[in-house]
């Protein structure tokens, strides 16, 4: 109930920003969460301990930021020149304006390779238990250092993207104060940037504000459609603050998934046998926003998704009123995105590597 | 001596932000310039009215905007759904964060496809005479149309890009509020987006207060650098709001510039051949975070790019003290940058023509 009242109160609040560019990232975010989703709801209440014990679990409204790591993970993460190109950046593949996704079947990388696997947004991704559909990294940090050296996809090593941020004055201020003297190395790179990405959370979904007791954020057919995700079974792997995220599962449980057989997933990792076809659940938070769907992006519609996944995974037909209100529960999953003031990154100089687009 | 005075008042002032969603540009924009450059300097003054017929003029603090319609061209300039692949946008050759240019000899468009000149920044761009390098847009709004269709940039076509824009409600609503019913036409969106690009200055460069009477602002030798600059003849093309971007001129006055023989600028507009090898002049303005310089990208150095400019325009061998002192002062030039939030996006639909990556 305290949370409840903080935010019935908060909403009221104008939110002072002293200074629009320091603040960055905390500021924005930090008002537009907290105005969020008291707008234009009545508070009913009365219902929040009982739902505390729903498989799904609202996104908490604040984390522990460190607001110098944070800054300098967000110029990071919009720094093209942690490309070989000086072109791409993380921005590229995981667009924070459209879901922290790109929104294509696999990335465009460096001269327009194209990847492998459909990239998974960044949003709420500090709730997955690894990182990539297999999870071959066991954290954002971990997952950081990949796309920077992938000949595919940003195409530089790490030592030259070290070498451009020692290059350049600025850097070497900030990292100085966050990480101390002489510290710009590719931990620490990835270190801020996945700082930066612990706080791409979406909370305020319209089903979030429901778990916390306001009755009439969502519809009936939704509530229904929340039913039918339980009842049928879709629960057992999406669930938690990620509504996935949290497993390993095997694509294809019901019948062999047949349309990609290629792509191993977690057999890449361990070798093992039963994990052929394994990948991690993936999230289901703003799941509207990050079409097309599937790590071998099969489909653009959620409709066909939730029928793929009924028919492969849980061995049902599902008839196709019942999809709808499932789609239509889905779509309550899209929370407040992060607010995001866009970086100003500083100038290179004569002695930062040149970008080379080829 | 108004405006300095309400400059000295408004950098002491917090900023009160209602609801940073819907302020976007504006009140980011804002609440950064005003606490601009009041910041850690000493009002002097006196000397105002005297500089007010120095050849350069400071950026206006506040411009008459539409807050709707900039909001929506801030959308379509991040919108990579204006590109066939729908992963380009405005903003990959004219990074915001990066000075508005993409610090790259030229861009990089659709498939990988090497453009044929160097971008020109977007910042200030609305004080230049005309667009493009050979000024064959006649303003911004003419502008944003080419590399939509442009086949080596967005590589979509005008159709398309309305057709994208169709298919999404939200787009249908915003048009609607700014422009009535039914009209998202490709002029509406180059409007749009002109419009945005119409609050991409950046006032506050050290020289600009200067120029509004704060004496200790730039040094002695950068004011040395200001005097060089007029003296050596550079201020004849290099004047007014951008320092810049007001006339045509040949490239190569005092002697033929042999290192591009190829690009013939602005007679590809004028078929007259006194116009070969005729340019819009560039803007100084943030010229620093611009490099490569000149259309041609020939150095990457702004030491360089003065010693050509000397030679080739001026007929002069500037004495290394001397480039380094104009140098000194065009780095005086750097404005606050623009702060944007970070849009987001609507999502496509199943009625939203998908991107085509080939």
């Keep these: 109930m305290l949370k409840m009242k903080f935010t019935g109160i908060t909403c009221l609040l104008a939110f002072i920003v002293i200074n629009a560019a ?207 995700f339980k009842d049928k079974g879709c629960i057992i792997c999406h669930n938690g603050f990620g509504i996935g995220g949290n497993s390993f599962q095997k694509f294809g449980v019901a019948k062999p998934y047949e349309k990609d057989t290629q792509t191993l997933g977690r057999y890449n990792v361990t070798k093992d046998e039963k994990d052929k076809y394994v990948f991690k659940v993936p999230l289901l938070r703003n799941i509207e926003l990050t079409a097309p769907y599937f790590h071998d992006a099969s489909t653009w519609s959620l409709r066909e998704a939730v029928n793929t996944m009924s028919e492969y995974q849980l061995g049902v037909i599902l008839p196709d009123a019942e999809k709808d209100k499932i789609v239509a529960f889905l779509k309550t999953l899209t929370g407040d995105q992060p607010s995001i003031i866009f970086p100003t990154l500083p100038p290179s100089n004569e002695n930062t590597p040149k970008p080379n687009r080829n």
């Design 22 to 228: 320091t603040l960055a990232v905390t500021a924005a975010d930090e008002s537009q969460r907290q105005i969020g989703y008291g707008r234009g709801g009545r508070m009913q209440g009365g219902s929040v301990s009982e739902r505390s014990k729903e498989p799904i679990q609202p996104i908490p409204m604040s984390f522990d930021w460190n607001s110098a790591k944070i800054e300098l993970g967000k110029k990071l993460f919009f720094e093209p020149r942690l490309s070989k190109s000086g072109w791409i950046t993380c921005n590229s593949c995981h667009n924070l304006s459209t879901g922290g996704a790109d929104n294509l079947p696999t990335s465009i990388g460096h001269k327009w390779m194209l990847g492998p696997i459909n990239s998974p947004t960044v949003l709420n991704a500090k709730f997955n238990l690894a990182q990539f559909w297999d999870g071959r990294a066991k954290d954002l940090k971990e997952q950081a250092k990949g796309p920077i050296a992938n000949p595919m996809e940003m195409a530089s090593n790490h030592e030259l993207a070290v070498n451009v941020l020692q290059s350049i004055p600025a850097y070497m201020q900030w990292f100085k104060e966050v990480y101390g003297e002489g510290n710009i190395t590719i931990d620490n790179v990835a270190d801020a940037i996945a700082a930066f990405e612990e706080t791409l959370t979406t909370p305020n979904s319209r089903f979030d504000a429901w778990l916390n007791g306001y009755d009439d954020k969502i519809s009936e057919p939704e509530k229904q459609g929340y039913d039918l």
